[in-house]
């Protein structure tokens, strides 16, 4: 089974977030970065973590027989610390989860904030975890979320057709750095497929002959698009 990443905020109906979710319980529900971070992980396992139910900055010191690291992990709560550990007068720490992770190192967390407007939201963090204002601390890894939970391996190849599993933008050459195509450069059949505009978007559900492959892009009649990104598959 795929990791299927969080991008929205929780219905009100999922007890890990609101009605099972121990913050909430007690009067610091979302939005509140350990109340998200403690749903989502539950969420994820399936039952009540061991995660602490103190600060954020806390929860990587604690006991809780979780295995830890340094690198990204999907499902894993990245931990930060805002001034000295423990010290809750210099600030609480933030805590957040990890939905997707990048070629380059990056990685896409699901967050929220102590009475932030929003519930929850999504960013990207750099390779390094540095965020401004915290000191990266690591991560607590989920044991529900193992490798056989990651998207498998996909490989194309020259003269293999496949079907877009999101719109998607032709360029010129591979690489978010290479023009825009205009939608009037397309080869006709490709025009009957790509959305209205001045450039080149193919819908959700074309079917693309590939024709060169050149990292996570795969060259087809009209030009380049991006094929997958992470765990995210866009082409298959």
């Given amino acids: 089974m795929a990791y299927k ?5 929780p219905a009100k109906s ?9 913050f909430y319980q007690c009067g610091y529900g979302l939005p509140n970065c350990t109340a998200y971070a403690w749903g989502r992980f539950a969420e994820l396992l399936g039952k009540k ?11 990587y010191g604690h006991k809780d027989g979780y295995k830890r690291g340094k690198k990204p992990k999907l499902g894993a709560v990245i931990v ?12 609480a720490g933030h805590v957040a989860i990890v939905e997707e992770i990048y070629s380059d190192g990056s990685f896409l967390v699901s967050e929220s904030g102590w009475k932030c ?16 204002g915290y000191s990266f601390l690591g991560f607590i890894y989920n044991p529900a979320v193992t490798d056989k939970t990651v998207v498998k391996k996909v490989t ?12 998607l933008k032709v360029r010129k050459g591979a690489g978010t ?16 497929h790509a959305q209205s505009g001045t450039y080149a978007v193919l819908n959700k559900g074309t079917k693309v002959t590939c024709q060169k492959v ?21 082409v298959r």
Avoid at 5 to 9: E, G, L, M, N, V
Avoid at 156 to 167: D, E, F, I, N
Avoid at 177 to 192: G, Q, V
């Fill in 5 to 9: 990443k969080r991008t929205t905020a």
């Fill in 14 to 22: 999922n007890k890990w977030f609101y009605k099972s979710n121990p």
């Fill in 49 to 59: 973590p061991s995660l602490s139910l103190s600060n954020a900055e806390n929860w």
């Fill in 80 to 91: 930060w610390a805002k001034g000295k550990v423990g010290n809750g007068n210099d600030g």
């Fill in 117 to 132: 407007a929003k519930i929850m939201w999504t960013t990207k963090i750099p390779a390094s975890c540095k965020r401004s």
């Fill in 156 to 167: 194309y190849k020259v003269g293999g057709t496949y079907t877009l599993k999101t719109a």
């Fill in 177 to 192: 750095n290479t023009r825009w195509l205009k939608r009037s450069e397309l080869t006709a059949d490709a025009k009957k």
């Fill in 214 to 234: 050149s990292g996570n892009w795969i060259k087809i009649p009209s030009g380049w698009i991006c094929s997958k990104s992470g765990n995210e598959v866009y």
